[in-house]
């Protein structure tokens, strides 16, 4: 399969704990993305990355998030001291495109996370 | 930054009818205006995009409309199926003082066709 893989697909943790997930892109895209979504609402922008650069953070990120790609190709999501709020499934797509062009993102399955 | 709204937050038809699903946006800059589709339990996906420089486009039974001028856009179905029945989404990309771009979506619309 040479789609956007995630890791781990769900994780149950209690609050205060840090949790890490793992996004694996398609291997050619130079851009790849962190989205929340929780039941009823959309993606909720998180934050973006072009090759190894993270150029974009949405506002309402907490300083408890931090995204890393260290070499451009796959990325980490970590959650430091979880609290019940951050329960959500965590949407990492990647896309190819130009600077300055949108393109298709390709979502991949998720990694749903539960705190207790 | 930009805000994406999106209505009807349901819509519920029956097969063969048309549904229409409107979005506006703020940021007058956006640019990119795609469509995407998420059953139960699945992942998102694109079914139809359109840029700033075109005002409709239509891939068989789907249909993009774009007003720039209003900042809203909008989904047609026409002869609508059970297997349309799933979430849609809308959303907006916004200029960047950086390279690239970050979509954001509406709250989605969850479309029910009956048979």
């Known amino acids: 399969d040479t789609g956007v893989s995630q890791d781990p697909r769900h994780k149950i943790t209690k609050r205060g704990q840090n949790v890490t997930f793992r996004c694996d892109p398609i291997s050619e895209h130079n851009r790849l993305y962190w989205y929340r979504q929780t039941l009823g609402q959309g993606p909720e922008f998180l934050t973006y990355f072009q090759n190894e650069a993270q150029l974009e953070k949405s506002r309402l990120l907490s300083d408890r998030f931090s995204a890393e790609r260290p070499k451009g190709s796959f990325s980490t999501l970590e959650i430091q001291r979880t609290e019940q709020g951050d329960s959500a499934m965590y949407l990492c797509a990647s896309s190819l495109g130009l600077a300055g062009v949108a393109g298709e993102l390709f979502f991949g399955e998720g990694s749903r996370l539960t705190v207790l | 930054g930009e805000n994406v709204e999106q209505h009807p937050s349901t819509l519920s038809v029956q097969e063969g009818d048309s549904a229409v699903i409107k979005c506006t946006y703020s940021?007058?800059?956006?640019?990119?205006f795609p469509w995407y589709k998420q059953e139960l339990g699945k992942r998102p996906q694109l079914i139809i995009d359109?840029?700033?420089?075109?005002g409709e486009k239509k891939d068989q039974r789907i249909a993009v409309t774009l007003n720039k001028t209003a900042k809203h856009f909008s989904l047609h179905i026409t002869e609508t199926q059970p297997e349309d029945s799933a979430v849609y989404f809308c959303a907006a990309s916004p200029s960047s003082n950086q390279a690239g771009t970050a979509l954001i979506f509406g709250k989605g619309t969850t479309l029910s066709v009956s048979s």
């Open positions: 940021d007058s800059a956006s640019n990119y």
């Open positions: 359109i840029r700033s420089n075109v």
